[in-house]
Antibody, heavy 120, light 110 residues
């Protein structure tokens, strides 16, 4: 059974750096073709694709946020970490991590989401 | 402003059919598979359709996806009140080398 769970701070201040962790189970981050992505959703707004990291450590980023985002993985800990620098109140959102199956092009399993508020 | 364009809302009566469109370009929908997700407010999105027209196990055949050129469509037949949710299309954009989503469509079952 594949599960993902996001964790991290709930309240962060503007200009600070946000670090979110996605802890996965039921699959290996090193399995060929597998990826884990991050998606966010501001309150009342649409989903926004942020980043993805693949089994061979290749990474892709939202071009609008690329300078502020970093995604890494630790297969031994079964964790994927997303950092977002220089936070602004517009970064307030629910952040989801999701599983991309082997050589597929969609997210088939999602975490429950983690709400982050950026406010002084 | 989302890369993929969806109507903000659609509505229909129980038992009827509704169509949700998703418009993109050659760099995304035109040359890549499309997925559709259903999201009940306050919960995580749920995969509804993948590879443009395939359904995960457990998704009823009332939900079907298709694509023509740079536009994709999600059809929902035999509408039920439980289908009320937000629906998002998503795909890969080869020019951006990144995933993209539509702006979402709120379905109301009258």
């Amino acid at each position: 059974q594949i599960t993902l769970k996001e964790s991290g701070p709930t309240l962060v201040k503007p200009t600070q750096t946000l670090t979110l962790t996605c802890t996965v189970s039921g699959f290996s981050l090193s399995s060929s073709g597998v990826g884990v992505g991050w998606i966010r959703q501001p309150p009342g707004k649409a989903l926004e694709w942020l980043a993805i990291i693949y089994w061979h450590d290749d990474k892709r980023y939202n071009t609008s946020l690329k300078d502020r985002l970093t995604i890494t993985r630790d297969a031994s800990k079964a964790q994927v970490v997303l950092t977002l620098t220089d936070l602004d109140p517009v970064d307030t959102a629910t952040y989801f991590c999701a599983h991309k199956g082997s050589y597929t092009f969609f997210f088939d399993y999602w975490g429950q989401g983690h709400r982050v508020i950026v406010s002084s | 402003q989302s890369v993929l364009t969806q109507p903000s809302s659609v509505s229909a009566a129980p038992g009827q059919k509704v169509t949700i469109s998703c418009s993109g370009s050659n760099s995304n929908i035109g040359n890549n598979y499309v997925a559709w997700y259903q999201q009940v407010p306050g919960t995580a999105p749920k995969l509804l359709v993948y590879d443009t027209n395939k359904r995960p196990s457990g998704i009823p055949d009332r939900f079907s996806g298709s694509k023509s050129g740079t536009s994709a469509t999600l059809d929902i037949t035999g509408l039920q009140t439980g289908d009320e949710a937000d629906y998002y299309c998503g795909t890969w954009d080869s020019s951006l080398s990144a995933g993209v989503f539509g702006g979402g469509t709120k379905l109301t079952v009258l």
